[in-house]
Structure formats: structure tokens, C-alpha cells
């Protein structure tokens, strides 16, 4: 069957893009303003089949967002989107989730598994933090510096599957986050070297796993972190724990897991030219 790819701006493919990750347009318009371009791939009646979009990535070129509906057609019609994405941008990763971009249209397309989105949970981890010698740690509700916030928001920017952060991402509480319980890590010379957010709804807390700075992350920094977030959410009564990560390496996962929590979801990430 002849399938037709066009190009077009992201916010002309807003309803397909909202139609794949099955929510309202509304709640996809704030991504699809990150896109720099996008195309929408339909059969030879009309019938829309996907769309793919490129959102800038601080150190891997793009990140693709969207893919096909899983029709019969879905692989065909994903090595399509993804073969027009690499013809503009070689620099390319992609989450491997079947409804979307499976693994077969992945490496039809040239991309081989990098990294992992990963998802864990279980109770909050009682360990008390050791703080590494000339590091302090202070509450993310104390640093009224905006771009002490942004500096170590951008510990995570080498890391594969963070986009840019930006003024607004760092504002006090930005995003729901609680910054009673969040925490920022200064070295000896004042410098951030990491944080760790954290979100609450009731006793549940979720945290992002903590970015540090790449020249300090042989030092116990990010275990530091995490378990002061996590005494922090005890004293608040906190008692489940969800920990995301993206990007991070097999020892930190493997480190995550001997907190007590267990692997709920990995979604590969693949990638293409590095």
C-alpha cells in the first residue's frame, strides 16, 4: 500500500499527536510548542496513520515524539516517519513503547538500543544520607537563586532523555513540585553540584532520580540526595515511594534497587548517530 508523508508545523498535527497519547489537545499543546518539525504519515485514502515530531535535546540532537497507531500498518508507517526525521536530523533517540514506535520499525530504521526510561516504587527508604566531605545540602525552599535552581537543573543535560530546562522550569514550586522536600547540593566553593525534586500527593511521593554534575559523580552525591529527599518525605509523613529515571546507568539503577524498591517499567531508548 502507498502511504504519503508530509511535513507540517507541530501545532497543525496537535490532534494527532493528541490522539496517540490518547489525552485532550489542551494537554499536549505545551509539548508541542518544544517541536521544531514534525510530518504526519496517512494511507492512500486519507487515513491518518501517525506523526512524529522533533523536540531538542542539550546533547543528543532530538528527541522524537509521537509514532504510528498500532494498525496493521504501524511498523510500515513508523520506519516512514522515522526515515523522513533522519533525513533532517541524524542525531536522533526515540522511547521504544509498541503503540507508538516499536522495537522492529526502531532498528528498521537504523537506531540500536542506548539507555532506559525506568520506573520504580516501594516504600520510602529509611537509610539516613551520608554527606560526601566538602558538599552541603540544603532545601530546594531555601535557594532563592533562580540560576543556582538552573545550574543544577542542568546536571542533567549530558544525560539522555532530559530536555533543555529552562527559567520557568526552576521557579519556586514550577510544575507542582514541592520544595519543602526537594533538595540542591552545593560543593565547597558554592558551586550546585545536583538536586533532587520530589512531588507529594498525600503519603505517596514521587522524586525524579537527582542529576549531579558530571565531574562529581564519582563522590556519593546522588545517594546523598536521594536520602535526604527521602528523610524529608518521611518527617512529612510520606510513606510510598515512586523514583523515575531517565537515562541513568546500570549501577544506578542497580544502587536504586538496593533501597528497597522494586522495577515496576524499563522502556528502552534507542538511539541513532551519537
Same mark, same amino acid.
Given at each position: 500500500?502507498?502511504?504519503k508523508?508530509?511535513?507540517l508545523?507541530?501545532?497543525?498535527a496537535?490532534?494527532?499527536f493528541a490522539?496517540?497519547y490518547?489525552?485532550?489537545?489542551q494537554d499536549?499543546?505545551?509539548?508541542?510548542?518544544?517541536?521544531?518539525? &514534525?510530518?504526519?504519515?496517512?494511507?492512500?485514502?486519507?487515513?491518518?496513520?501517525? *506523526?512524529?515530531?522533533?523536540?531538542?535535546?542539550?546533547?543528543y540532537?532530538a528527541?522524537?515524539?509521537?509514532? *504510528?497507531?498500532?494498525t496493521?500498518?504501524q511498523?510500515?508507517?513508523?520506519?516512514?516517519l522515522?526515515?523522513?526525521?533522519l533525513?533532517t536530523?541524524?542525531?536522533l533517540?526515540?522511547? *521504544?513503547?509498541?503503540?507508538?514506535?516499536?522495537?522492529?520499525?526502531?532498528?528498521?530504521?537504523g537506531?540500536?538500543?542506548?539507555?532506559a526510561?525506568?520506573?520504580?516504587?516501594?516504600?520510602?527508604?529509611i537509610?539516613?544520607?551520608?554527606?560526601?566531605?566538602?558538599?552541603?545540602?540544603?532545601a530546594? =525552599?531555601?535557594?532563592?537563586?533562580?540560576?543556582?535552581?538552573?545550574?543544577?537543573?542542568?546536571?542533567?543535560?549530558?544525560r539522555?532523555?532530559?530536555?533543555?530546562?529552562?527559567? =520557568?522550569?526552576?521557579?519556586?514550586?514550577?510544575?507542582?513540585c514541592?520544595?519543602?522536600?526537594?533538595?540542591?547540593?552545593?560543593?565547597?566553593l558554592?558551586?550546585?553540584?545536583?538536586?533532587?525534586?520530589?512531588?507529594r500527593?498525600?503519603?505517596?511521593?514521587?522524586?525524579s532520580?537527582p542529576?549531579?554534575?558530571?565531574?562529581?559523580?564519582?563522590?556519593?552525591?546522588?545517594?546523598?540526595?536521594?536520602?535526604?529527599?527521602?528523610?524529608?518525605?518521611?518527617?512529612?509523613? &510520606?510513606?510510598?515511594?515512586?523514583?523515575?529515571?531517565?537515562g541513568?546507568t546500570?549501577?544506578?539503577?542497580?544502587?536504586?534497587?538496593?533501597?528497597?524498591?522494586?522495577?515496576d517499567?524499563?522502556?528502552?531508548?534507542?538511539v541513532?548517530?551519537?
Open positions: 500500500m502507498f502511504l508523508i508530509t511535513a508545523s507541530p501545532q497543525a496537535l490532534p494527532t490522539r496517540l490518547g489525552c485532550p489537545e499536549f499543546e505545551a509539548t508541542t510548542e518544544q517541536l521544531t518539525l &514534525a510530518w504526519l504519515v496517512q494511507d492512500e485514502v486519507g487515513e491518518t496513520l501517525g *506523526a512524529l515530531g522533533l523536540r531538542p535535546s542539550p546533547s540532537g528527541e522524537l515524539v509521537g509514532g *504510528a497507531f498500532p496493521s500498518l511498523n510500515e508507517a513508523a520506519v516512514i522515522l526515515r523522513a526525521a533525513s536530523q541524524t542525531q533517540y526515540a522511547y *521504544a513503547e509498541t503503540h507508538l514506535l516499536p522495537v522492529a520499525a526502531l532498528e528498521a530504521a537506531l540500536r538500543p542506548f539507555s526510561y525506568t520506573c520504580m516504587s516501594g516504600p520510602v527508604p537509610s539516613l544520607p551520608e554527606i560526601p566531605k566538602g558538599f552541603r545540602i540544603v530546594l =525552599n531555601e535557594v532563592e537563586a533562580l540560576e543556582d535552581r538552573l545550574s543544577a537543573q542542568h546536571s542533567y543535560s549530558d539522555i532523555g532530559h530536555t533543555s530546562a529552562t527559567a =520557568n522550569d526552576v521557579q519556586p514550586n514550577a510544575g507542582g514541592d520544595d519543602t522536600l526537594s533538595r540542591l547540593a552545593y560543593d565547597a558554592d558551586v550546585p553540584a545536583g538536586i533532587c525534586r520530589a512531588w500527593e498525600g503519603k505517596q511521593v514521587s522524586f532520580t542529576g549531579v554534575r558530571s565531574d562529581v559523580r564519582h563522590t556519593a552525591l546522588r545517594r546523598a540526595l536521594l536520602l535526604s529527599v527521602c528523610q524529608a518525605a518521611l518527617s512529612a509523613k &510520606a510513606t510510598q515511594l515512586t523514583l523515575q529515571a531517565w541513568d546500570a549501577d544506578e539503577q542497580v544502587e536504586d534497587l538496593k533501597l528497597g524498591l522494586h522495577l517499567k524499563l522502556t528502552p531508548i534507542y541513532s548517530a551519537l
